[in-house]
C-alpha cells in the first residue's frame, strides 16, 4: 500500500499553472500569471533561506 505522495504525487506550480480549471478559475479571478509566478518564486526564496537558517543553528 502507498502513502498519499507516493499514489498522488505532489505537482509542480507549473504543472498547476498549466491546468484548464486552475487557468479558468485564474482568468474569472483576474489573476495575473507572472504576478502569481513572482509571487510564488519570492515564497520559495525566503522559505528556503529560513530552512537554511534555521539548520546552520542546529
Known amino acids: 500500500m502507498c502513502n498519499r ?3 498522488y504525487p505532489i505537482p509542480t506550480a507549473q504543472e498547476l499553472l498549466s491546468d484548464p480549471v486552475i487557468r479558468a478559475v485564474m482568468a474569472a479571478d483576474a489573476v495575473d500569471e507572472n504576478q502569481l509566478r513572482s509571487l ?3 515564497m520559495s526564496r525566503r522559505q528556503t533561506a529560513e530552512t537554511e ?3 546552520a543553528h542546529h
Open 5 to 7: 505522495t507516493d499514489c
Open 40 to 42: 510564488l518564486e519570492q
Open 53 to 55: 537558517n534555521t539548520a
